[in-house]
């Protein structure tokens, strides 16, 4: 196939488990190198699951303590030219960057679930009222359960703390709290090991990118990812090795590509950000007091395919 642009166009990029999933079988299906373009996979802070400083029980219960860049400095450091995450946090730190702005949707459709553990008496969204539940501040998990309590619980009922999703995990198995929210392939695990699901919910997410990156490489990318947006939707059992070995090894060996629901599995081809889409998420959070209120979808958003269209 014909390359569309010279091929020294090339781009860096984090790998963050399920949300980078088409782009990994873009490399390793040639569609990349059929666009002319070069993406280069780093490991950052974004990329691997750690344990975070407080595993004493020392809970940080206000995410104001938590920077909405934590995890996502390497943009910032100049290390990556872009990397994707959650649509609500994505927003926020478009807000904060010295470096970056969101640039288009994802394709991942990514779902977030709520765990009680196995027995709990914690069983549905009503059981969790004034109980703690681990999340990532200013990542999906934090926004999808706050979207997926509010609907059941008074704000001031709901109580989320800080936690990586291993230390969420075994505090839960522990019962040192009440409940944890998860994402792929860790809701795998925790059905797996018969932890309860309380609430699940999908969620859309974007792209934030620095100037470098130009808007006829960005198309390319796009190209590619749809491509390999259809090999994922149809044959999504083939992929999932590469959501298992995002998996700290101690439970790599726990699930296997058998066990996904792939249903729950959600691939769209990339697109611009809507305005109306970005609007309705910034009042959200402005009304959680997750965001400062003064700014605009002009100055977060810069929908680079459809510069180049």
């Known amino acids: 196939m014909t390359s569309h642009i010279p091929t020294n166009r090339r781009v860096v990029t984090e790998v963050t488990g399920v949300f980078s999933l088409p782009w990994q079988i873009a490399r390793d299906e040639g569609l990349f190198a059929e666009e002319g373009v070069e993406v280069e996979f780093r490991q950052t802070p974004a990329s691997v699951e750690t344990r975070y400083p407080a595993t004493d029980l020392d809970y940080v219960e206000d995410h104001t303590l938590v920077p909405a860049l934590a995890g996502h400095t390497a943009l910032e450091e100049k290390q990556v030219d872009v990397y994707r995450a959650c649509e609500w946090g994505q927003v926020r730190r478009s807000q904060d960057s010295n470096n970056g702005r969101i640039i288009s949707k994802r394709s991942a459709v990514v779902s977030q679930a709520i765990f009680s553990a196995p027995g709990s008496r914690f069983t549905h969204p009503q059981t969790l009222a004034n109980e703690r539940v681990a999340v990532r501040f200013h990542h999906g998990s934090h926004y999808a359960a706050l979207q997926s309590l509010e609907g059941f619980l008074k704000p001031e009922e709901i109580r989320l703390v800080h936690l990586s999703h291993i230390d969420g995990l075994e505090a839960v198995r522990r019962g040192d709290i009440a409940a944890v929210t998860l994402m792929e392939p860790w809701i795998t695990l925790a059905e797996k090991q018969g932890f309860q699901r309380i609430v699940e919910t999908h969620y859309q997410g974007s792209e934030i990118a620095s100037p470098d990156v130009d808007p006829e490489t ?92």
């Open 218 to 309: 960005w198309k390319a990318v796009h190209r590619a990812v749809t491509k390999a947006t259809e090999l994922l939707n149809a044959d999504k059992r083939k992929y999932v090795h590469y959501l298992i070995e995002t998996l700290p090894e101690i439970y790599r060996d726990q699930i296997t590509a058998e066990d996904f629901h792939l249903p729950r599995l959600r691939f769209v081809p990339p697109a611009p950000y809507d305005e109306k889409e970005f609007q309705q998420t910034y009042d959200w959070l402005v009304g959680w007091k997750l965001i400062a209120p003064e700014s605009n979808f002009t100055d977060l958003v810069d929908n680079r395919v459809a510069a180049a269209a």
